[in-house]
T-cell receptor, first 113, second 116 residues
Framework: DVKVTQSSRYLVKRTGEKVFLECVQD?????MFWYRQDPGLGLRLIYF???????EKGDIPEGYSVSREKKERFSLILESASTNQTSMYLC????????????FGDGTRLSIL | AQSVTQPDIHITVSEGASLELRCNYS??????LFWYVQSPGQGLQLLLK??????LVQGIKGFEAEFKRSQSSFNLRKPSVHWSDAAEYFC??????????????FGKGTHLIIQP
């Protein structure tokens, strides 16, 4: 089975801090994704990557950046955390080109105080 | 751009009764379609997927879904629900992109409540 591991289940940070969310997958997948999930809004795509050092903006990239230095690891960075970034963050990975199902981690619930 | 609508925010079903969750999508060509389930505090688990071919697809946990191009729908069904099916269900659409994979577009979810 594909395993997508997010480094923290719960995280509490302060406004203005730089926050790193880490995600690792063990299936040699080319594609990795970061979503945020908010009640009543579903999942929204922040950034994705289809290769090492490649990144593409999703629907809501403002206030975020990403890093993919190794194929198995995809990091989401909040440059200067704000309270409106309090949310559940979900990482996913998939293999091949478009249409392959994405496999999700268990999520990181991030609170910004 | 593609979009997904799940018209029902909440659905309550009695244990043992049948279930149908609705999903409508908007996309210019034949889409990839998925149903995911999320239990409280967990990530998303893939229930089933439609790529092409047979419009009735079978998934895990006794779920099935039917792709109807004429109605732009991909409704999820189960003949008899169990209390453990209580969860949030998400329909998602993916694009047939030429290069690397694009992210999925998700509906806002349907919260399924099972009453004894």
């Amino acid at each position: 089975d594909v395993k997508v591991t997010q480094s923290s289940r719960y995280l509490v940070k302060r406004t203005g801090e730089k926050v790193f969310l880490e995600c690792v997958q063990d299936m040699d997948h080319e594609n990795m994704f970061w979503y945020r999930q908010d009640p009543g809004l579903g999942l929204r795509l922040i950034y994705f990557s289809y290769d090492v050092k490649m990144k593409e903006k999703g629907d809501i990239p403002e206030g975020y950046s990403v890093s993919r230095e190794k194929k198995e690891r995809f990091s989401l960075i909040l440059e200067s955390a704000s309270t409106n970034q309090t949310s559940m963050y979900l990482c996913a990975s998939s293999g091949g080109t478009g249409g392959q199902p994405q496999h999700f981690g268990d999520g990181t619930r991030l609170s910004i105080l | 751009a593609q979009s997904v609508t799940q018209p029902d925010i909440h659905i309550t079903v009695s244990e043992g009764a049948s279930l149908e969750l609705r999903c409508n999508y908007s996309y210019g060509a034949t889409p990839y379609l998925f149903w995911y389930v999320q239990s409280p505090g967990q990530g998303l688990q893939l229930l089933l997927k439609y790529f092409s071919g047979d419009t009735l697809v079978q998934g895990i946990k006794g779920f099935e879904a039917e792709f109807k191009r004429s109605q732009s729908s991909f409704n999820l069904r189960k003949p008899s629900v169990h209390w453990s099916d209580a969860a949030e269900y998400f329909c998602a659409v993916g694009a047939h992109s030429g290069g690397g994979a694009d992210g999925l577009t998700f509906g806002k979810g349907t919260h399924l409540i099972i009453q004894p």
